[in-house]
């Protein structure tokens, strides 16, 4: 049965748990991947697929009067206005950047300091961030 957003439903185990996507391939066990008819976001999860799809749709969004932002949660949309207001608590020790957000400040001192914690299993590519590590991953699946 599909949902009104057009995504297969999963049926929970007894434990509360979707399937976790599994399907037998060759005797054994591998990891379902669903895809976003949109655009090439895959997903062994259904519900980051749907999470993701109404990302798409706009429906249910919250949208910062500020910027561009949409978040999914008025508690992100509030979490995210933080970077508008001048309440930046989290100061860089090298210089004046200051942020509203503790992750944003660790991101930008790995740029005095030359870190780069998430390296690519594919080639030699290293990066600050997660986010720029999954996107690079990203191009070695075309």
Do not use: W
């Not at 660790?106 to 997660?130: A, D, L, M, V």
């Amino acid at each position: 049965m599909k949902n009104i957003i057009g995504v297969q439903r999963v049926k929970l185990n007894t434990n509360g748990q979707g399937n976790g996507g599994e399907e037998k391939k060759n005797g054994t066990s591998a990891r379902k991947k669903h895809e976003c008819p949109d655009c090439p976001y895959v997903t062994t999860q259904p519900s980051l697929l749907i999470r993701h799809i109404i990302n798409h749709s706009g429906e249910g969004m919250y949208f910062c009067a500020q910027c561009a932002y949409q978040a999914m949660s008025e508690n992100d949309l509030n979490v995210h206005q933080q970077t508008h207001n001048a309440y930046k608590p989290h100061c860089c020790p090298h210089c004046q950047y200051r942020s509203a957000k503790k992750y944003n400040l660790q991101i930008h001192i790995r740029s005095h300091t030359g870190e780069k914690p998430f390296s690519c299993p594919h080639c030699p590519f290293r990066s600050t961030n997660r986010s720029d590590l999954r996107r690079h991953v990203y191009t070695h699946r075309m």
